[in-house]
């Protein structure tokens, strides 16, 4: 059965993923069936001896990004190539990488403690790693990078306040929407509009920034607090807002109209991320553990779960629709690939 209802929905991103999916939990009061259409077919892949696994990516290559943790090695970046070989990173072997996001050519960017302080990274699709440190910063993190390798991140300023960052063959520029007193960028898409979240003294809102430097502020109705988790190509925008008791996930279109949705019994529904057709992947709670879900451009929601897993949390979609995320099993965390 799939299922589809109108309504809408994201930093780090782990940790607000995290918190949404424990929020989806408590308020989840409906157990819901899960989608059975058309069988697709489910790989799994592992990581040495991780406890935690999260996927943050998949360009359309089907080169999968994301980050893991073990009790050895602390946490480290990971690459999985499309013939399944699997490689991970920590820039300065602190075991302290956590990966934020992954461009469509398969360059990864986060955030790592390098002995001092925590700085952000890009690893290049051929292995190299590269520093990014807003300039006089004490603190800064990358979570996003366009083709052209335009990076966008936050850095903490003289102020003790995050501000956003856009950094362009090494030159870097500052910004934040008016009145913010912590801006948290999310994504940038190949046209070089970012997307992210800011706070000022009434409350947590969306934004975004035109390529020209425009920034424009919005919430969808009803919302007392916004956050963003994707932008795609073509400049639309997902996240999730609370309002009242429920936290609904949203799109934001372009031109700024907003479409809400929950997965039908829920009243919480966490995003992961949208593909450039308008396809969005998240999770939700059914009962204590997630399942996954993907709503398709035209509304209707299909939910998933990884064949025998106790949880499921999607973390990219590329735009053949293969989803890739991970999932729990007797205690063990694996990742995943599900293609139609």
């Not at 602390?74 to 999985?80: A, D, I, L, N, P």
């Not at 997902?238 to 799109?251: F, K, L, R, T």
């Not at 039908?264 to 593909?275: C, D, K, L, M």
Request: charged content about 10%.
């Amino acid at each position: 059965m799939t299922q589809e209802q109108v309504v809408i929905l994201q930093s780090p991103r782990h940790c607000l993923r995290s918190a949404m999916l424990a929020s989806c939990v408590a308020l989840s009061a409906f157990g819901f069936a899960q989608g059975a259409q058309a069988k697709p077919v489910y790989t799994s892949f592992d990581l040495p001896d991780a406890s935690s696994l999260t996927v943050v990516g998949i360009n359309d290559k089907g080169v999968i990004g994301g980050y893991y943790a073990n009790e050895n090695v602390g946490s480290e970046g990971f690459v999985r190539a499309a013939d399944g070989t699997v490689t991970s990173f920590d820039p300065s072997g602190e075991g302290v990488t956590v990966a934020s996001g992954m461009s469509s050519k398969g360059a990864v960017v986060g955030t790592y403690f390098n002995g001092q302080s925590y700085v952000g990274f890009v690893r290049a699709p051929n292995g190299k790693i590269t520093a990014y440190n807003f300039p006089g910063s004490p603190q800064s993190s990358s979570t996003g990078i366009n083709s052209a390798g335009v990076v966008t991140g936050s850095y903490v300023g003289g102020d003790t306040h995050s501000h956003g960052y856009l950094c362009t063959k090494g030159a870097y520029a500052s910004f934040d929407p008016t009145g913010a007193f912590s801006t948290y960028p999310t994504n940038i898409n190949d046209s070089g509009v970012v997307a992210g979240t800011f706070s000022d003294v009434n409350g947590t809102h969306g934004f975004v920034m035109a390529a020209n430097g425009t920034i424009t502020a919005w919430d969808p109705p009803g919302s007392t607090a916004t956050y963003v988790f994707g932008i795609n190509a073509k400049g639309a925008i997902i996240g999730y807002y609370v309002d009242g008791s429920d936290v609904p996930a949203y799109v934001r279109s372009p031109d700024g109209t907003f479409t809400t949705f929950l997965v039908p019994g829920t009243a919480g529904t966490s995003v992961a991320a949208i593909n450039g057709k308008g396809a969005i992947a998240g999770s939700y709670a059914n009962g204590s553990n997630a399942e996954g879900y993907v709503r398709a451009a035209g509304g209707k929601i299909t939910t998933f779960d990884y064949p025998d897993a106790d949880s499921t949390a999607p973390g990219g979609i590329n735009d053949t629709g293969t989803i890739a995320g991970n999932y729990s099993a007797s205690g063990a965390s694996h990742g995943f690939l599900r293609a139609n």
